[in-house]
């Protein structure tokens, strides 16, 4: 039939459409962009650095990627005895700060654990320098050409004037003095969620000035585990000014740094699939930017940023300051960093997507039907009744015109009857009949490809927003983010067997299964074997294909195809249409007449 025939059309033109233009159009371009970028930049970098207050030939630098104090066997907690510290402890973080180096080396996330189990550990973002994986930020100055000042460094112990701890209403300050007239003071606070603010003060009690360029920087030691899907970034990432959005993966940082000179306004830092750190310099001064790596003594990734210098006259003072995020990718914080905190394009944190423009909505609209229900799943079902609402007139016209192909199909048989052996005139025929009785045939294919976006929009938000993570339906779904853990196999869990993650085959895509069968079988098999073969097994494979998918994805596509069947269910029988669901499906089993084409 054709309408069964340009819905299998619709499908596969529809996925092929997409995955094509991402990966032959949108990704080399992005590519090539960012590439031409890069060669700019280093086009104009001496010119830059001549134009750049205090700049020099050669540029100082922030602190290059090292191993130095690569880890000696210490356990975590061995190494977070290693040095003296100030405890954090605010609604959302706890850790500590090393007071030898002055680091940011220590933070675990309150509200997020490492499984489903309340019980289970917290998420750990940061570790100390001499742990098995090293992630920390760090906060200094670096000479001018020629300075021999002595600053602070990655041995330098501070004193803190309290003992802590660090909290969202209690700041932490410390200060060291270098013994010849420079006085450093450093003041630590940390806002209710994610976000560190460390403020450098440096007191000049000696004789002869001073020119110092603060830094920042973040490092990570060894090679993060990365999920490996192309449509999630994780690596290197920020905006760096008008270069804007910069994403390096772990693999492309080390095949050579990126640097970019004087830019003003954005963020960088490393991103992980739910959780990310971020520095964030002022966003009214110029800033020489860079992502880097080195393999000596181990594979270390470091993002760092250089101010302009600042030159400290003795007697005299200066201050300045950035901030770090370290924390989940929570879209309702990091849309307030942007707006309220005014953070640069800082929602480019999360990644949407090419697609963000459907992505973000359905996120938003999830969101608030979670708030006014209380779950996330309820929250997917009224979605869902939202967009056949949305598309209810479209879709209506759609089935409607289905409808009528199938009152015609008598008069279709007899055309296929007169012109056994002539296709083309078979065409010209059928054309003629839905034109007088004015029928689309291309209005079978509308329905599957409103789903398409809809499908990959749900499927993006379910994949990548730290508020699908762990977020529970009813029953034995604890994670819409994760697969339906059941498994038909194992009797969905009566026999103490572990199934292969190949046949988790699970109560929700079989439900989805069912469905979608239910749904072919409003229409009678098409008469042409193929077709009805391919028909009969596709709520099959789809039921095999999507049980790796989300749980929330496949409770979206079974709740879809059960409004999708009343749907089409009320429609048929107003416009006359005969509902056989029993009917075509008792026709699969029938026996072929011998002379019934073979296949």
């Excluded at 390096?248 to 306004?265: A, C, E, H, I, M």
């Excluded at 200066?318 to 960093?337: H, N």
């Excluded at 977020?471 to 038909?488: C, E, H, K, N, Q």
Aim: aromatic share 12%.
């Amino acid at each position: 039939m054709m309408d069964n025939r340009n819905t299998i059309l619709a499908v596969a033109l529809s996925i092929m459409v997409l995955i094509g233009w991402q990966y032959f159009f949108a990704r080399p371009q992005i590519e090539a962009q960012r590439q031409q970028q890069a060669t700019q930049a280093a086009l104009n970098a001496d010119k830059q650095a001549g134009e750049t207050p205090g700049a020099g030939a050669p540029q100082p630098g922030a602190p290059a990627p090292s191993a130095a104090g690569a880890p000696q066997g210490k356990t975590r907690d061995e190494a977070l005895k290693a040095s003296p510290r100030v405890k954090i402890d605010s609604p959302r973080l706890d850790g500590s700060i090393a007071l030898v180096g002055g680091r940011i080396d220590d933070v675990s996330l309150k509200d997020y654990r490492e499984t489903v189990d309340p019980k289970s550990p917290e998420i750990v973002l940061f570790a100390p320098l001499d742990s098995p994986q090293p992630y920390y930020a760090e906060f200094g100055f670096v000479n001018a050409q020629g300075g021999t000042a002595k600053l602070p460094d990655g041995r330098t112990e501070w004193k803190a004037e309290s003992a802590g701890p660090l909290t969202d209403k209690t700041p932490v300050v410390l200060t060291w003095d270098n013994g010849e007239g420079l006085i450093f003071k450093r003041t630590i606070s940390l806002d209710a969620n994610y976000m560190f603010t460390v403020k450098d003060s440096v007191t000049n009690a000696g004789s002869a000035a001073a020119t110092l360029y603060p830094y920042a920087l973040i490092s990570r030691r060894g090679e993060p585990h990365v999920s490996g899907y192309y449509i999630l970034h994780e690596g290197l990432i920020g905006v760096i000014g008008d270069e804007g959005l910069q994403e390096l993966t772990y693999k492309k940082v080390s095949d050579g740094p990126r640097s970019f000179r004087q830019n003003t306004g954005g963020w960088l830092g490393i991103t992980d699939k739910y959780w990310a750190s971020a520095l964030v310099p002022p966003q009214d001064k110029p800033y020489d930017a860079r992502f880097a790596s080195t393999t000596d003594g181990g594979k270390t990734y470091q993002t760092d940023y250089l101010l302009n210098a600042m030159t400290i006259a003795p007697g005299a003072s200066a201050e300045t300051s950035g901030r770090l995020f370290a924390g989940a990718k929570q879209v309702s914080v990091i849309d307030k960093y942007e707006t309220e905190g005014g953070v640069r394009k800082f929602e480019l944190m999360i990644d949407w997507g090419w697609f963000h423009f459907i992505t973000k909505p359905m996120f938003y609209a999830l969101d608030y039907f979670f708030k006014l229900l209380g779950n996330f799943g309820l929250a997917i079902l009224a979605v869902t009744v939202i967009v056949k609402l949305l598309f209810f007139p479209l879709a209506n016209k759609s089935y409607v015109s289905m409808s009528k192909m199938k009152l015609v199909q008598p008069e279709m048989a007899k055309i296929k009857e007169r012109f056994p052996d002539d296709k083309v005139k078979q065409q010209q025929e059928l054309m003629e009949l839905y034109k007088k009785e004015k029928i689309n045939p291309l209005a079978g294919c509308l329905p599957i490809v409103i789903q398409i976006p809809v499908f990959f929009s749900l499927y993006k938000v379910l994949f990548v927003t730290i508020e699908m993570r762990h977020a529970p339906f009813y029953g034995w779904i604890r994670d819409l983010a994760a697969p339906d853990p059941t498994s038909l196999f194992n009797l969905f869990g009566l026999i103490p067997w572990e199934v292969p993650h190949f046949l988790l085959i699970g109560v929700w895509p079989i439900l989805m299964g069912i469905t979608m069968f239910l749904q072919m079988r409003l229409n009678p098999a098409p008469p042409d074997p193929t077709q009805a073969m391919i028909f009969n097994w596709m709520p099959l494979f789809f039921t095999f294909l999507l049980a790796s998918f989300p749980a929330g994805l496949v409770i979206y596509w079974t709740w879809n195809n059960l409004l999708s069947i009343l749907q089409q269910w009320v429609i048929m029988k107003r416009q006359g249409v005969k509902v056989d669901i029993l009917g075509n499906t008792l026709d699969m089993f029938k026996k072929k007449p011998a002379d019934a084409p073979k296949t």
